[in-house]
């Protein structure tokens, strides 16, 4: 029998969930490994943005990480990597990866904890704000951008060297919708990082603070929202999500799945691993540690 390893009691949660007044802070609490994201951390996380949802009285969520980073990305290579180990479908109805071999397992794994799980996300009925420090990584990006705004610390990083895979991007492609086409591409063929202000000034983050003042200016923002009408702000994301769909986002993002995925199975063909025989230190060994100014 599956069993759902989110509910089972642990010394120190993968999640943290709060509530203070109207506002939830949903936490991802492995700061020692830069909270990368392996099964356990995913669904807690929907675990989280459900009992946000379902909560009246939350009006605002906002989406943090414990420690010195927001997120480092997937977890390929923590001692509690869980892929593959079962759970239970929450995002759509694949079947389970397990025991699956193949492009089919890994299909049907990333349907669902990747691409499925952040579309479900975007979709919460309630403004989530992105509380970014540190950095902000591959699959840590693809938290971010399915909040509706993100306020970050100048120490905040973002990047996506998955390229280095010779993997086109993380598995949510909204690189040319949360940014400018040539500035995604920059980003993408180079690996490099891009500072907070760099990404404020290219429309990506709303707001860059002092680090110790990121708490405090999120929250205040999350207070400031959570005074509108709920059913104004439920209508407004909609809104505001459906034209992006419009622009082509959600095909977008389909399509570029389809492409990440003939590069995983291309990978396994030719150098006998899906990943290039890349890891999370290889990845950034490979590459250049400067950050744009």
């Known amino acids: 029998m599956t069993t759902d390893p989110v509910a089972e009691p642990a010394e120190s949660p993968v999640v943290r969930y709060e509530r203070d007044g109207p506002v939830a802070t949903v936490?991802?609490?492995?700061?020692?490994?830069?909270?990368?994201?392996?099964?356990?951390?995913?669904?807690?996380?929907?675990?989280?943005?459900?009992?946000?949802?379902?909560?009246?009285?939350?009006?605002?969520?906002?989406?943090?990480?414990?420690?010195?980073?927001f997120s480092a990305g997937h977890d390929i290579g923590s001692p509690g990597r869980d892929a593959h180990l079962p759970f239970p479908r929450r995002a759509g109805l694949w079947w389970d990866h397990c025991g699956k071999a193949g492009a089919e397992g890994r299909f049907a794994r990333e349907s669902e904890v990747y691409l499925g799980m952040c579309r479900r996300w975007r979709e919460l009925p309630k403004p989530l704000i992105a509380s970014v420090q540190g950095a902000c990584v591959a699959g840590g990006l693809m938290l971010a951008w399915v909040c509706d705004l993100i306020v970050a610390s100048e120490d905040a990083f973002f990047a996506d060297p998955v390229?280095?895979?010779?993997?086109?991007?993380?598995?949510?492609?909204?690189?040319?919708?949360?940014?400018?086409?040539?500035?995604?591409?920059?980003?993408?063929?180079?690996?490099?990082?891009?500072?907070?202000?760099?990404?404020?000034?290219?429309?990506?983050?709303?707001?860059?603070?002092?680090?110790?003042?990121?708490?405090?200016?999120?929250?205040?923002?999350?207070?400031?929202?959570?005074?509108?009408?709920?059913?104004?702000?439920?209508?407004?994301?909609?809104?505001?999500?459906?034209?992006?769909?419009?622009?082509?986002?959600?095909?977008?993002?389909?399509?570029?799945?389809?492409?990440?995925?003939?590069?995983?199975?291309?990978?396994?063909?030719?150098?006998?691993?899906p990943l290039a025989g890349m890891d999370a230190r290889s990845m950034r060994d490979a590459g250049s540690t400067r950050a744009e100014s």
């Open 163 to 273: 390229v280095r895979m010779g993997v086109p991007g993380v598995e949510y492609f909204a690189h040319p919708w949360v940014m400018p086409p040539r500035i995604a591409k920059e980003l993408l063929y180079t690996g490099d990082r891009m500072s907070a202000r760099r990404a404020y000034e290219v429309g990506m983050v709303n707001r860059v603070v002092p680090r110790d003042g990121l708490a405090a200016e999120t929250r205040a923002l999350a207070g400031r929202i959570a005074r509108m009408p709920r059913m104004g702000l439920a209508l407004t994301k909609r809104a505001v999500n459906q034209a992006e769909d419009l622009q082509g986002l959600h095909s977008g993002l389909d399509s570029a799945f389809a492409l990440h995925h003939l590069a995983h199975a291309h990978n396994a063909e030719t150098a006998g691993d």
């Open 27 to 69: 936490t991802m609490n492995r700061p020692a490994y830069r909270n990368a994201q392996n099964s356990a951390m995913t669904y807690a996380l929907d675990t989280a943005f459900s009992e946000a949802a379902a909560d009246d009285d939350v009006r605002v969520v906002v989406l943090a990480g414990a420690g010195e980073h």
